[in-house]
């Protein structure tokens, strides 16, 4: 079992900066895969960013690349979202999720992840 809690998450103005963190917890060397997703009111959740632990690659939404970036320190067992020029369409709950094997293409597929975190509300107003 992998235990995951996010932390970061608030409110700031269009333009602003906000990092999350996921803190793993539990069998975590069995995750291969960590990635956030966000759900925004009403909607499916959507894959924003995913790093494979294997081999350090990251994958991104297409609307979000060039704004967030998303990094995984080994030694705290903590993935982060740095996510910066956020916009109101950033509003949204961020959920961390972790998988044991990577997704390859499938990874902004929620259902192919097994481990979720409980949320981070990320509010961007204008």
């Known amino acids: 079992q992998v235990h995951l809690v996010e932390s970061g998450g608030g409110s700031v103005q269009t333009g602003g900066s906000l990092r999350l963190s996921c803190a793993a917890s539990g069998d975590t060397d069995i995750t291969h895969s960590l990635a956030w997703f966000r759900q925004h009111s009403g909607k499916e959740r959507e894959g924003v960013a995913a790093?494979?632990?294997?081999?350090?690659?990251?994958y991104y939404a297409d609307s979000v690349k060039g704004r967030f970036s998303i990094t995984h320190d080994n030694a705290k067992n903590t993935v982060y979202l740095q996510m910066n020029s956020l916009k109101p369409e950033d509003t949204a709950m961020y959920y961390c999720a972790a998988v044991r094997l990577w997704p390859g293409l499938r990874w902004s597929n929620e259902y192919d992840y097994t481990y979720w975190g409980q949320g981070t509300q990320v509010t961007v107003s204008s």
């Open positions: 790093f494979y632990t294997g081999g350090g690659s990251t």
